[in-house]
């Protein structure tokens, strides 16, 4: 398959096209259609589900290919990282290949914590049933009295087929089963295993020995644009965890100063470089709320093309106000892009809550309940008192009830 | 191009004032379609463009610049437009690769102390091919350097110094020696309480605007976040009548759209009359 000439800069700059319908038209120049994209309603651009079906609503569709996601995470990372692994289960329900890097903990960690998606269309590999032989007329007729010409068929898929939604719902109760987590592809990164941690290097090099890494797989895989097409195109998912925390050998959350205030700024250039020249997409989480400079965090959000903030109310006083009782934590839309296209889709709201529900991560907008006053209800249960009271033995009259 | 900013300049394709340097400044907010204006107006107007583009990649300035009626690729193989992409660029410095030739010009990456000495080299070869350029080709007008942003330099750890004389050096080379135009983009964050974060961008953006003579301030409303009116512009001109140095001021607000960007005068927005 070839794609058209001029187009073959940019992954955005292309048309692709989904194929969610068996009439294909006939074009000469034919498009790639990849598993798990669509091109976006507004400027033609490739997006990728994040995984979390209101975020994508957000974020104008999708995430856009060639883009980097940046998530400031909340206090203890319970949400961030939540998104993180929704990201990356998507990414395996679409057969899209992973590349998980983190510092703390070994990615396969990360790795084990995928939540189960919920199938009804994503078929999974499972044995073959022999076809009903046309022998049993009476058991097939009384399994399909309507469609009974589809009889013949095999009742289930024999191979691993790719769901053609885009953006699913995983079950957050359960964590992946195995058999789906084997089909997949990942790398790995942890930081430990290339670089040592007391060494004098780790601080300088870890940012540029991810970014080395990342760029091997690019190349070595062939998501590199550059290389010459091949029939089948796939999208590589880049996960990076807590980027910017101490363990990475950077000590933009230790100090006020930082010494090398820009090795996290220069690793983000060079991730759009390669992610822009790539058919890749990157989610990012940093602990913002450990980084003092404003200013620094300025120029960071703008050298990532999406940022959203995740802020929750666990351990805070806002946990128990009624208020924000139907909400897990609220979240802000930092940067939206405009790529290709001089004007970006701004969100309509700007006061967004979220809440962690078992099916289903919502982004709803930030509703205050009405305020029903307590004395509307102390009237009322006073005045029910006084009646009761009047009927029943002597009170005093007094409104409120002895127990 | 915008028809309405050009008006408001006082600006057409077919005539602009020379050796103008004019200075896009933006504060909390995104003044990149300042800069899709500028390229899109001086390839109309046939000069010979030398654009930085460290911030984007080549395709979406081209995707752009044909919404606005340019086309990028075409203006290339004329030999109109010398365009850097930097992210390109700059992969070969950060991740060394053998073979792969490297740009000079982003030998800053290396060792950002080092200065933009080799970036200023690209900037006057390739102004003063356009001038020593005699035979065939096209005549095109007078050279224009497009820097887009300059803040991105400073994120790459180049010094608040370094990026002034680089700034100093291609204004004495592209506005006084060639009378060409320059036109550089610097962003700012607004922090008021907190002196000590922002003092690198903030130099810069005192230091610059002191250099320019056209600076074009924009930022966000004041009273918060808007769905139709995406900022305030502040349009500054420092004019010399005679020998006194004349500074004028004018406030528009702005609208970007699909194809171009609306400005209109304070409390004049379509969405509120």
Redesign the interface.
């Known amino acids: 398959m070839a794609a058209p000439m001029?187009n073959v800069?940019?992954p955005?700059?292309e048309r692709l096209q989904v194929n969610t319908t068996s009439f294909q038209k006939k074009t000469r120049s034919k498009l790639i259609s990849i598993p798990g994209t669509r091109p976006s309603v507004q400027n033609g651009q490739l997006l990728v589900s994040t995984g979390v079906t209101s975020l994508d609503y957000l974020l104008g569709g999708g995430l856009a290919v060639g883009t980097v996601l940046l998530i400031e995470e909340d206090r203890y990372d319970s949400y961030s990282r939540m998104i993180l692994k929704y990201f990356l289960a998507e990414g395996v329900v679409c057969r899209h290949e992973l590349f998980v890097a983190t510092a703390q903990e070994s990615p396969d960690d990360i790795l084990q914590e995928l939540p189960a998606p919920i199938l009804d269309d994503v078929a999974v590999a499972k044995p073959v049933e022999q076809p009903r032989l046309s022998g049993e007329p009476q058991d097939s007729l009384d399994a399909m009295k309507i469609a009974w010409r589809y009889q013949n068929l095999p009742k289930v898929q024999s191979a691993l087929a790719s769901s053609s939604r885009f953006g699913h719902y995983y079950d957050v109760s359960k964590t992946m089963e195995e058999e789906i987590r084997q089909a997949a592809t990942f790398h790995r990164f942890y930081l430990p295993d290339h670089v040592t941690p007391s060494s004098e290097a780790h601080r300088v090099e870890s940012y540029?020995a991810l970014?080395?890494s990342l760029?091997e797989v690019i190349q070595r895989e062939g998501f590199d644009l550059a290389t010459p097409m091949s029939k089948s195109r796939n999208i590589l998912r880049v996960g990076l965890h807590s980027l910017g925390s101490a363990l990475w050998g950077d000590d933009l959350c230790c100090h006020?100063k930082p010494s090398n205030?820009?090795a996290l700024?220069?690793f983000l250039?060079?991730l759009?470089?390669?992610l822009?020249?790539s058919l890749s997409v990157a989610v990012v989480t940093l602990p913002s709320h450990l980084i003092q400079?404003?200013?620094?965090m300025?120029?960071i959000t703008?050298?990532c093309d999406n940022a959203i903030a995740l802020e929750s109310f666990k351990g805070s006083e806002r946990e128990t106000n009624p208020l924000y009782k139907d909400y897990h934590g609220l979240l802000y839309v930092r940067q939206v892009p405009?790529?290709?296209?001089?004007?970006?889709q701004?969100p309509?709201h700007?006061d967004l809550a979220f809440k962690l529900k078992r099916k289903q991560f919502s982004i709803e907008r930030l509703h205050l309940p009405p305020d029903l006053s307590e004395t509307v209800s102390r009237v009322s249960r006073g005045e029910l008192a006084g009646v009761a009271s009047a009927c029943g033995s002597s009170a005093s009259g007094n409104k409120n009830l002895d127990f | 191009m915008f028809t309405e900013l050009n008006s408001i300049l006082n600006t057409s394709p077919d005539s602009f004032s020379r050796g103008e340097y004019i200075l896009v400044s933006e504060t909390n907010t995104?003044a990149s379609?300042l800069i899709?204006h500028f390229l899109s107006f001086y390839l109309r107007s046939r000069c010979r463009v030398c654009f930085l583009g460290l911030a984007q990649?080549?395709?979406?300035y081209s995707?752009?610049g044909q919404?606005l009626g340019v086309s990028l690729?075409q203006a290339k193989e004329k030999g109109q437009l010398v365009f850097l992409e930097g992210?390109?660029e700059?992969?070969s410095v950060?991740?060394q690769q053998e073979n792969i030739p490297e740009n000079e010009a982003m030998n800053f990456?290396r060792n950002?102390s080092v200065g933009l000495k080799s970036l200023y080299e690209f900037v006057y070869s390739s102004v003063m091919d356009s001038v020593c350029m005699e035979e065939g080709g096209e005549e095109w007008g007078p050279p224009v350097l497009l820097v887009d942003d300059l803040?991105?330099l400073?994120?790459?750890?180049v010094h608040v110094g370094a990026v002034l004389d680089f700034s100093h050096y291609c204004r004495a080379a592209v506005c006084s020696k060639l009378q060409g135009n320059m036109v550089m983009l610097v962003?700012c964050?607004a922090?008021e309480e907190?002196d000590?974060?922002?003092e690198?961008?903030k130099a810069l953006l005192r230091g610059l605007t002191h250099q320019c003579s056209l600076n074009l301030h924009v930022h966000g409303l004041p009273t918060g976040?808007c769905?139709d009116i995406h900022g305030q512009m502040e349009v500054c001109w420092k004019r010399r009548q005679g020998d006194v140095p004349h500074l004028q001021t004018n406030l528009f607000q702005y609208k970007?759209?699909?194809?171009?960007?609306s400005f209109f005068a304070r409390g004049m927005s379509s969405a509120v009359l």
Do not use: M, W
């Open positions: 001029n800069c940019k955005s700059s540029s970014l080395k760029q006020d205030s820009h700024t220069t250039y060079g759009r470089a390669l822009r020249s400079d404003r200013a620094l300025g120029s703008r050298l405009h790529l290709n296209c001089l004007a970006s701004l309509d700007k | 995104d379609f899709h990649s080549f395709c979406h995707a752009v919404r690729t992210l390109k700059s992969l950060l991740i990456l950002p803040s991105v400073l994120s790459l750890g962003r964050n922090e907190e000590e974060g922002d690198g961008s976040y769905k970007v759209h699909d194809k171009g960007a």
